[in-house]
């Protein structure tokens, strides 16, 4: 079982900085791979960001640049470094953890595990 916490969310101006943050804790939390969601009412939840147990990295092409995904892994969190932050990042963002398919990490389906969200308004 993996139990995630994510916060660090907040307002934002147009073309500033953000740091989330997801913690990770439970008996299979080593053993995952971990991502970052993001959810609108326009657009759904779509995948953002994610980290395979040895740090490779994939990126949703809207974030491509500006977003990095990184882990500490003693610590068991999960991080995401938002920059040059646009009103279209305004959304719920939540962490995941599961054991997707390597063609589908930025699926939602593939994840099992799921944080509260934390909101990031952009304006």
């Known amino acids: 079982h993996v139990q995630l916490v994510e916060s660090g969310g907040g307002s934002v101006e147009v073309g500033g900085s953000l740091r989330l943050s997801c913690a990770a804790s439970?008996?299979?939390?080593?053993?995952?791979?971990v991502a970052w969601f993001r959810e609108t009412p326009a657009k759904g939840r779509e995948g953002v960001a994610h980290?395979?147990?040895?740090?490779?990295?994939t990126y949703a092409e809207s974030v491509k640049g500006r977003f990095t995904i990184s882990k500490d892994n003693n610590k068991k969190v999960l991080y995401l470094q938002m920059n040059s932050l646009k009103p279209e990042d305004t959304a719920t963002y939540y962490c995941?953890?599961?054991?997707?398919?390597?063609?589908?990490?930025?699926?939602?389906?593939?994840?099992?595990?799921w944080g509260q969200g934390t909101q990031v308004t952009v304006s």
């Open positions: 439970g008996s299979t939390a080593s053993r995952v791979c």
């Open positions: 995941a953890a599961g054991w997707p398919y390597s063609r589908r990490l930025l699926e939602a389906d593939e994840y099992k595990y």
């Open positions: 980290i395979s147990e040895d740090g490779d990295t």
